[in-house]
């Protein structure tokens, strides 16, 4: 997987998942994005990409 630089990719990551849970997408209590928002993603990311 390739993704944008670090801190470019935690802003990015941090504005989708404000997003998300601004539309109500979202279970309450301490998880990680992955289970709260599912395995993909990560995907929605700009910059984000799976390497062949």
């Known amino acids: 997987m390739r993704c944008a630089e670090a801190y470019?990719?935690?802003?990015?990551?941090?504005?989708?998942?404000?997003?998300?849970?601004?539309?109500?997408?979202?279970?309450?209590?301490?998880?990680?994005?992955?289970?709260?928002?599912g395995s993909k993603f990560v995907l929605e990311i700009p910059g984000t990409k799976i390497l062949p």
Do not use: M
Request: proline share 3%.
């Open 8 to 37: 470019e990719f935690t802003v990015e990551s941090a504005l989708a998942a404000v997003a998300k849970v601004g539309k109500g997408k979202f279970q309450a209590g301490f998880t990680t994005p992955g289970k709260v928002f």
